[in-house]
């Protein structure tokens, strides 16, 4: 169902945000940590790919009225996750470990995935009146997280290819 193609695609984040973690301690090696990025970098193409897709359509669904409200908070999530991103490796790279910040991600992004299946505590629909009045349910904070992290994945596993193809193999 729809739930197990979302875990599949945190999960297969994960995954890649940690071969690009592990790439880096293989470094003696030009064409292990070479293979490393090339197979994170297809896990990461399918990890979003299938994931977004759920994503967009549990937020379209969760404000059944007006469902490009949704996807907009959904984007907009996702949006922040890549601004936020370059900061988490900046931070990581000065303390001299820049395989941190992939390694928190596929560790947050795990976490997201086996947790149990949140459900909306009521329908959203109605006028705008009705959705200021009722409180935000969990699966709307679920779900912003998953896209932030989203953002923060596709943003992490950029930056550190761009690094790591600079300073450790020496291309740029």
Not at 121 to 140: A, D, K
Request: charged fraction near 5%.
């Amino acid at each position: 169902g729809i739930h197990a193609v979302l875990r599949l695609g945190l999960l297969s984040c994960a995954s890649s945000m940690l071969l690009l973690a592990l790439s880096a301690a293989s470094v003696p090696s030009p064409k292990l940590p070479y293979a490393m990025l090339l197979l994170a970098n297809a896990v990461a193409g399918f990890g979003i790919g299938s994931g977004i897709s759920v994503l967009n359509l549990a937020a379209a669904s969760a404000w059944q009225g007006t469902p490009s409200r949704g996807v907009s908070a959904l984007h907009a999530m996702l949006g922040a996750g890549l601004t936020l991103a370059p900061f988490s490796v900046s931070a990581c790279f000065s303390l001299g470990y820049w395989w941190l910040s992939p390694l928190a991600t596929s560790a947050l992004l795990t976490v997201l995935a086996l947790r149990p299946r949140v459900q909306a505590t009521s329908p959203l629909s109605g006028s705008v009146r009705n959705h200021e009045s009722r409180p935000i349910p969990q699966i709307i904070w679920v779900l912003a997280a998953i896209a932030f992290l989203y953002g923060v994945a596709e943003a992490t596993f950029s930056n550190c290819c761009v690094i790591y193809l600079h300073e450790d193999a020496s291309l740029g």
